[in-house]
């Protein structure tokens, strides 16, 4: 079970690693080709949204793992 819950914690740091910006790629200074600039505008999400969209994320795989540790199916 501990591999399990191991895994499963490399996985989602992996994922969430991989969806931050990268701000050392980005551009936007004035000396950057034009056409590797992004001519769209985008923002960082908030802490709040991380909370909300985490606080889902937990609701949602709770009762699967609570599946995998008790070794029964979910009513």
Do not use: H
Not at 26 to 45: E, F, K
Request: hydrophobic share 50%.
């Amino acid at each position: 079970m501990r591999r399990i819950a191991t895994a499963a914690i490399l996985i989602i740091a992996t994922v969430i690693g991989a969806l931050t910006p990268a701000f050392g790629q980005r551009g936007g200074g004035g000396n950057d080709i034009p056409s590797l600039v992004s001519t769209r505008s985008s923002t960082a999400m908030t802490p709040l949204g991380w909370y909300a969209m985490g606080s889902v994320a937990c609701a949602a795989v709770a009762p699967m793992i609570g599946t995998v540790v008790l070794g029964r199916e979910m009513k």
